[in-house]
């Protein structure tokens, strides 16, 4: 699920990075990681208490939070260069055997409550999906890049608060599905694997396709109000998110429009 709802930022950061204006990237990717957890579980948690497993917790967690962190510490010189993104692109494909090792073990688990299950379908839908999302991601960075140059904000800026919210509604439909029908741990897989899969998968593969330039002015607010939204869903008895973390990260989230939109 995570992969899926991620695939608007990977198809709109590969046609930046294409494009030339991988800095667009970038800020989609931080602003999205941002508006997953601040915003999607902000509003999920107004529904009730959030609950994982703690296996998946104590595994995705600790990526996540390292993942702003990892992102700061490479693009220390101001460039996120194509070593950089192999970096990333190396430490998501660690996280993704643990993930896969993981899936392959209760596969025969999950065959058994399921049956026997038909791909065709998924398989023509995913391509029709992957299609049209190639189309859109040309027209989001055109248009983006075009509100950027009209309204003379930069790319990054655009990025991290309008292509980031338009790009993350799968995420937010999928978590609220999740929630609604009892699967807490849907959402927060997708939005925990969203975030890894956004930070190291994506922003490695568009430093490899072309540099980023890092202005520090903008990126240190993006990376700190990351952080600060991943602590905040810091689960008690382990994995447990209380409902009233809800209010808190929505104002986690206006805190952060606030201050990126008037500096």
Aim: aromatic content about 8%; hydrophobic content about 55%.
């Amino acid at each position: 699920a995570a992969f899926a709802t991620s695939s608007p930022e990977f198809m709109v950061g590969v046609t930046a990075a294409l494009a030339g204006t991988p800095e667009l990237s970038l800020g989609n990717i931080l602003g999205s990681n941002i508006y997953n957890i601040a915003f999607v579980l902000g509003l999920t948690l107004l529904l009730g208490d959030l609950h994982g497993t703690r296996q998946d917790l104590r595994r995705d967690f600790p990526m996540a939070l390292a993942v702003p962190v990892l992102i700061g510490l490479l693009a220390r010189d101001g460039t996120l260069s194509r070593l950089d993104g192999a970096l990333l692109l190396v430490s998501f494909l660690i996280w993704v055997t643990r993930v896969s090792r993981q899936a392959y073990r209760e596969r025969s688990a999950a065959g058994g409550m399921l049956g026997e299950q038909r791909h065709g379908h998924a398989i023509l839908f995913s391509l029709v999906g992957l299609g049209l999302l190639f189309v859109s991601a040309r027209l989001i960075v055109a248009s983006a890049h075009g509100i950027a140059v009209a309204w003379g904000i930069d790319n990054f800026v655009v990025g991290a608060v309008v292509v980031a919210i338009g790009t993350t509604i799968p995420e937010l439909m999928t978590t609220l599905v999740a929630k609604a029908r009892g699967h807490d741990e849907i959402g927060l897989g997708t939005i925990l694997g969203s975030i890894i899969f956004n930070g190291l998968c994506i922003i490695g593969t568009v430093a490899i396709l072309h540099p980023i330039r890092v202005h520090w002015g903008e990126i240190t607010i993006a990376l700190i109000a990351g952080m600060v939204t991943i602590a905040a869903i810091f689960p008690v008895r382990q994995t447990l998110i209380p409902r009233w973390r809800g209010a808190t990260l929505l104002a986690i989230y206006a805190v952060y429009l606030w201050v990126i939109l008037t500096r």
